[in-house]
């Protein structure tokens, strides 16, 4: 994007690593290139180039956390957070994979985009098994999805 190089505080240091500067932590729609060479006193390397690394598509989205679920005779009501703070103007989805814990589960998808909702239509005192996953939709219809969520169980309630 730019036509000079920064040294982004990281030049003759002895260690192989640096840490972004701190306005690039903050956001999350940057590309960086990274320029590279070994120095030993006068002697020094050629620059090698890494490949673009373009944060908003080559990052790994973590799993959301869920911050409860509370149960009734036919529904789950489970209440998320994304895994990272989400800037204004971000879209968020949660693909909800749910199932009933026998011995042959048939797994159910659910699409939602609010941090708190219902898995419903579900049989009174039974176990019910979910995992989640978040997707950040970053522009037209691409979509950044996250891991999933460990499994969790928890049994409807007796009406």
Not at 33 to 57: M, N
Not at 89 to 99: E, K, P, R
Not at 109 to 135: A, D, P, R, W
């Amino acid at each position: 994007f730019y036509s000079s190089w920064s040294e982004m505080g990281c030049a003759h240091i002895p260690q192989p690593q640096c840490c972004f500067p701190p306005e690039l932590r903050r956001r999350r729609r940057w590309t960086i290139e990274l320029r590279v060479r070994a120095e030993l006193g006068a002697l020094a390397s050629a620059w090698v180039h890494s490949p673009p690394f373009v944060a908003e598509a080559n990052t790994t989205l973590g799993p959301p956390r869920v911050n409860s679920v509370s149960a009734s005779p036919d529904s789950l009501i489970i209440s998320v957070s994304p895994p990272f703070p989400p800037e204004p103007g971000d879209i968020l989805q949660y693909l909800v994979s749910y199932w009933e814990n026998t011995t042959s589960p048939t797994e159910k998808k659910l699409s939602e985009s609010n941090t708190l909702f219902q898995i419903g239509n579900l049989k009174e005192s039974t176990l019910y098994c979910f995992s989640i996953q978040v997707q950040l939709k970053i522009y037209s219809d691409h979509l950044l999805e996250g891991q999933q969520s460990a499994p969790e169980c928890h049994r409807t309630a007796l009406s």
